[in-house]
């Protein structure tokens, strides 16, 4: 009588890391993801802001993508903050960011970063902002009215006024721009 054995396969996740370790956080819209970002970054979770892939899309939104293996306990912060997502992806092929997320330029007297589609330039010899330009979100008009003519360093910071993607564009410029201006 033959003897069948079951012939092993071989170890496909041997060399190769297949488990998934991140995931994504999916919202209404983007000031709730504005407003997650701030509960988790306080709270000393490793999160980042991207925008979702194009299979989960719905125009001018944003995701936040997490550590997967913390899944509960960011759900149950955000719950407890009253901003649940709707739904929790997880990730598991890399996500795609930016390679040039912003872009300085250089005028002489005034320099401008851009992220994304918003802009943001000062003059250099007093830091004073003298323009913001770029998207089309509502809340644009009246960032620039709160931001124009005031240093960097007496100017509100455009996530604690904005709520859009262009005011979280705006203010990644920001940031960069203090990055490479203040001390």
């Given at each position: 009588?033959p003897?069948?054995?079951?012939?092993?396969?071989?170890?496909?996740?041997?060399?190769?890391?297949r488990?998934v370790d991140?995931?994504?956080l999916?919202?209404?819209?983007?000031?709730?993801?504005?407003?997650?970002?701030?509960?988790?970054?306080?709270?000393?979770?490793?999160?980042n802001?991207?925008?979702?892939?194009?299979?989960?899309?719905r125009?001018?939104?944003?995701?936040?993508?997490?550590?997967?293996?913390?899944?509960?306990?960011i759900?149950?912060?955000?719950?407890?903050?009253?901003?649940p997502?709707l739904t929790?992806?997880?990730?598991?092929a890399?996500?795609?960011?930016p390679?040039?997320?912003?872009?300085?330029?250089?005028?002489?007297?005034?320099?401008?970063?851009?992220a994304?589609n918003?802009?943001?330039?000062?003059?250099?010899?007093?830091?004073?902002?003298?323009?913001?330009?770029?998207?089309?979100?509502?809340?644009?008009?009246?960032?620039?009215?709160?931001?124009?003519g005031?240093?960097?360093?007496?100017?509100?910071r455009?996530?604690?006024?904005?709520h859009t993607?262009?005011?979280?564009a705006?203010?990644?410029?920001y940031?960069e721009l203090r990055?490479?201006?203040l001390?």
């Amino acid at each position: 009588m033959p003897v069948f054995s079951r012939k092993k396969e071989p170890d496909r996740n041997k060399n190769e890391k297949r488990s998934v370790d991140r995931g994504i956080l999916v919202f209404e819209n983007t000031s709730e993801v504005i407003q997650a970002e701030n509960i988790l970054k306080k709270s000393g979770w490793s999160v980042n802001v991207m925008g979702p892939p194009p299979e989960i899309q719905r125009g001018c939104d944003l995701v936040i993508e997490f550590p997967l293996i913390e899944e509960l306990n960011i759900l149950r912060e955000l719950r407890n903050a009253g901003i649940p997502p709707l739904t929790v992806v997880p990730v598991t092929a890399p996500l795609l960011k930016p390679v040039d997320l912003f872009h300085t330029k250089d005028f002489g007297a005034y320099l401008m970063v851009r992220a994304a589609n918003m802009k943001i330039t000062v003059a250099k010899e007093d830091l004073k902002i003298v323009n913001i330009s770029g998207g089309g979100c509502p809340d644009v008009p009246y960032l620039a009215w709160q931001m124009v003519g005031k240093t960097l360093e007496e100017a509100p910071r455009p996530r604690d006024l904005g709520h859009t993607l262009c005011g979280y564009a705006l203010e990644l410029a920001y940031e960069e721009l203090r990055q490479k201006c203040l001390p």
